[in-house]
């Protein structure tokens, strides 16, 4: 093929994940793009429901019509006590990976500016004027590259921030016993056994006979996938349940890291996602960050500039540092878990703990939810990271 035959774009995303498909949505909506030519590459045609997103929120979004269920109040479990949650303002609510999909494609596949090819990313090359991208079929060049193809060697191959996985397994199980509570949520059950990790149960009950159920870890190592199931196992016994049909399974891992992905951005190429450090390094929550950044980076590309750099996007805040510690402190010591999250929601005002995993709170605000913690930790990691 030569370079006449090569197509060219002005964006490409390569990648069709959840960060670039809330980007090219807003994109859309937002009207400005319009005269904007832009590619959308993944091996993978998004044709099955391969995860469920939760998040909270206080006013309706954009997203309200494929909220499949919403929870006005959370269950925080240890082997100690338990506490019910009240969220409101907030509100929890589940989105299933398809109906997002679904709903994102249904927009952007009556825009004639913007095509989606199922193809797998070979080769990503920028040169000093254009971003070239190769595929198993084809070679295309663009203005501007979005990629959300998560390079582990990145975080994973260095030393000075570190890197813990939230790995989990999740069952969304139909009981012949009604034992699930529909209006509440069990943000994390710490009564499993942790074996020196930071290890709990996380339910979702969608009516008093179904519920999703993952076995979630923040810890270095992933287990072998029966271990998770068996965990799942036990644990449906321990609520009453022997007699159920498992509907459907999902399984994943988030990286938790505080490593400056920022840094691999150039002038042409943007990192997304995961891939760019959307995830929240402290929670592996995804999708509130990403509707955020999102957000953010269409407002960006939606200023006109003769010198657009998208190294300039990325600006770095105390947040990052918070989360940081809280990783340092896991990373050494990951059977701590329990205790850390546990003097949090002990006490802690729940909207407060949210506003402030939303990085939305005030100083003031970030002091009364971090007093909460066992201080000795975090002023140790403090002076670790400091004089690193």
């Given at each position: 093929m030569n370079s006449s035959q090569i197509k060219h774009f002005d964006y490409i995303f390569t990648g069709a994940g959840l960060a670039s498909l809330m980007t090219i949505y807003k994109m859309v909506l937002s009207g400005k793009f319009s005269d904007k030519s832009i590619l959308l590459l993944d091996k993978d045609s998004k044709k099955i429901n391969d995860r469920t997103w939760s998040f909270w929120e206080k006013e309706e979004s954009i997203?309200?019509?494929i909220i499949s269920k919403k929870w006005d109040s959370a269950l925080f479990v240890n082997e100690n006590f338990k506490r019910n949650l009240a969220l409101k303002p907030y509100q929890y609510n589940k989105i299933n990976g398809l109906d997002f999909y679904n709903f994102v494609f249904e927009k952007i596949s009556n825009q004639?500016?913007?095509t989606f090819l199922n193809e797998k990313v070979t080769d990503i090359n920028e040169l000093e004027n254009h971003v070239f991208v190769g595929t198993e079929e084809n070679r295309y060049t663009c203005n501007y590259l979005f990629n959300s193809i998560y390079t582990k060697a990145f975080a994973e191959s260095q030393t000075?921030?570190?890197?813990?996985?939230?790995?989990?397994?999740?069952?969304?199980?139909?009981?012949?016993?009604?034992?699930?509570?529909?209006?509440?949520?069990?943000?994390?059950d710490f009564s499993v056994e942790q074996k020196g990790n930071t290890r709990f149960m996380y339910v979702l009950p969608t009516?008093?006979?179904?519920?999703?159920?993952?076995y979630t870890l923040f810890s270095e190592n992933l287990l072998t996938k029966d271990e998770y199931e068996k965990e799942i196992q036990i644990y449906l016994e321990k609520l009453g349940i022997s007699q159920y049909e498992i509907i459907e399974k999902e399984q994943g891992s988030i990286p938790m890291t505080s490593y400056p992905f920022w840094k691999k951005s150039t002038k042409r190429v943007l990192n997304i996602g995961t891939a760019g450090g959307w995830t929240k390094?402290?929670?592996g929550y995804t999708f509130k960050n990403s509707d955020k950044k999102s957000s953010e980076l269409v407002k960006f590309l939606g200023?006109?500039?003769?010198?657009?750099?998208?190294?300039?996007?990325?600006?770095?805040?105390?947040?990052?540092?918070?989360?940081?510690?809280?990783?340092?402190?896991?990373?050494?010591?990951?059977?701590?878990?329990?205790?850390?999250?546990?003097?949090?929601?002990?006490?802690g005002n729940p909207k407060l703990i949210f506003k402030f995993l939303d990085e939305?709170?005030?100083?003031?605000?970030?002091?009364?939810?971090?007093?909460?913690?066992?201080?000795?930790?975090?002023?140790k990691a403090l002076f670790r990271v400091l004089f690193k």
């Open positions: 997203w309200k019509s004639t500016n913007i000075k921030y570190p890197v813990l996985q939230q790995h989990f397994v999740g069952w969304f199980v139909k009981s012949e016993s009604e034992v699930f509570n529909p209006e509440q949520v069990t943000f994390m009516s008093k006979s179904e519920a999703l159920i993952e390094a402290s929670t200023v006109p500039s003769t010198s657009l750099r998208m190294t300039m996007f990325y600006k770095r805040n105390r947040f990052w540092f918070y989360d940081l510690l809280l990783l340092d402190i896991l990373y050494r010591h990951n059977e701590l878990g329990s205790s850390i999250f546990s003097s949090l929601f002990k006490k939305e709170t005030n100083l003031f605000e970030d002091f009364k939810v971090i007093l909460k913690c066992p201080k000795f930790l975090f002023i």
